[in-house]
């Protein structure tokens, strides 16, 4: 690739990973990065994210060859109108990672319609509760799903070049209807966003009478609620931008809560065991545990015995394997596999750790 200048507007997680990823393949590149926050430029710069950074958007627009708009959903499109007035590259590429497509899609084509703007609506379906530029991490997109949401209006050669720009990330790249992906989005994404948020009112709201709740909240629960500590603008953003799509998903949900509520007010036990054993089964077919979706790491569970430094000898025994995250399952065991949680970036490191731990100890090991 010739030496580019691609324009970063938004130092968060998503926009300083995609930086990074960048940087990777294309060390040529010269890096331009916009953040309002003064704290987020400094560790962009420090971090060597980008090359230099600014708090003007319009200070790097006209250098730019690519912009890569890493902001919530109405943020994007105001941004899009502001970049229309600027100038401009003829022939640059302007694409988003917004969350739904169908508004900024609409919103980009409008905005660029009579100019010499090549628009590409982009989604990385991978990400983190984890926020800012601090979080970034150049292995966040690896083996997740990159989707490009082109139209007739758009130029094949911009979807093109910005897959060998984001060759470095490491994602699967495909191409969705806008439309089409705000309906699936909201069913795998947004709604169980909704759905995390209420679960951990309900409970905090519970456990004000039932102060145990509290104590005794761990394993599944966690894993449910994990999501609800994600960014709050942007998720209010992401709803207001695909509101059609995600009532009817709540609705759907509500008729389905309805059904298992009848179910257990008329005792039917074996449409109760039918519900359940059918979930599990539906959940096993599904591409649920391979990369790919949002978010995705590999895990183990490990029954370790309560002694002393027994974790630092596992950890040792996975020395220069790439760790994700440790957990340890203390509070409330009755549904997890393994009282440690050790997780992955990928299989393959998964793997390795499996046949590692079962090979030198007696320690019991289950993959999830």
Same mark, same amino acid.
């Given at each position: ?7 970063? %507007? ?18 040529? %590149? ?9 704290? +987020? ?191 709050? +603008? ?67 569970? %490990? ?66």
């Amino acid at each position: 690739m010739e030496e580019k200048v691609v324009y970063i %507007v938004g130092l968060g997680l998503i926009g300083a990973s995609l930086a990074m990823g960048i940087r990777k393949a294309h060390p040529q %590149v010269t890096l331009l990065g916009y953040n309002r926050s003064q704290a +987020s430029r400094d560790i962009a710069l420090k971090k060597g994210i980008v090359d230099e950074v600014t708090a003007d958007i319009e200070a790097f627009a006209s250098r730019a060859d690519v912009i890569i708009v890493s902001l919530p959903v109405k943020q994007t499109i105001q941004t899009f109108q502001q970049l229309a007035r600027m100038p401009l590259k003829e022939g640059v590429i302007v694409t988003d990672v917004g969350s739904t497509k169908g508004a900024i899609v609409e919103a980009g084509e409008n905005a660029f319609r009579h100019l010499p703007v090549r628009f590409v609506g982009g989604h990385p379906m991978a990400g983190s509760h984890k926020t800012g530029a601090a979080s970034a991490d150049s292995t966040l997109f690896e083996n997740a799903y990159y989707i490009f949401t082109p139209t007739a209006a758009t130029d094949p050669s911009a979807v093109l070049e910005l897959k060998d720009l984001l060759l470095g990330i490491g994602a699967r790249f495909i191409e969705v209807d806008p439309i089409e992906h705000d309906r699936v989005t909201s069913q795998i994404s947004h709604f169980p966003h909704v759905l995390a948020a209420t679960l951990m009112g309900q409970a905090a709201a519970y456990t004000e009478e039932h102060a145990l709740a509290g104590r005794f909240a761990a394993g599944g629960f966690r894993d449910m609620t994990r999501i609800a500590e994600s960014e709050p +603008s942007m998720w209010t953003s992401v709803l207001l931008s695909n509101p059609a799509s995600v009532l009817d998903r709540i609705a759907d949900f509500q008729d389905r809560l309805e059904q298992v509520a009848d179910m257990i007010r008329q005792g039917q036990e074996d449409a109760i065991w039918s519900f359940f054993d059918h979930s599990r089964e539906q959940r096993q077919h599904m591409q649920i545990h391979k990369r790919g979706g949002v978010e995705s790491t590999f895990d183990i569970f %490990v029954d370790v015995p309560d002694e002393e430094d027994v974790i630092l000898r596992i950890l040792e025994l996975l020395r220069g394997t790439s760790l994700v995250n440790i957990h340890i399952n203390e509070e409330n065991r009755e549904d997890v596999y393994g009282i440690l949680q050790i997780s992955f970036k990928t299989a393959a490191d998964q793997a390795r750790a499996e046949a590692l731990i079962t090979e030198q100890t007696n320690y019991s090991v289950v993959i999830k």
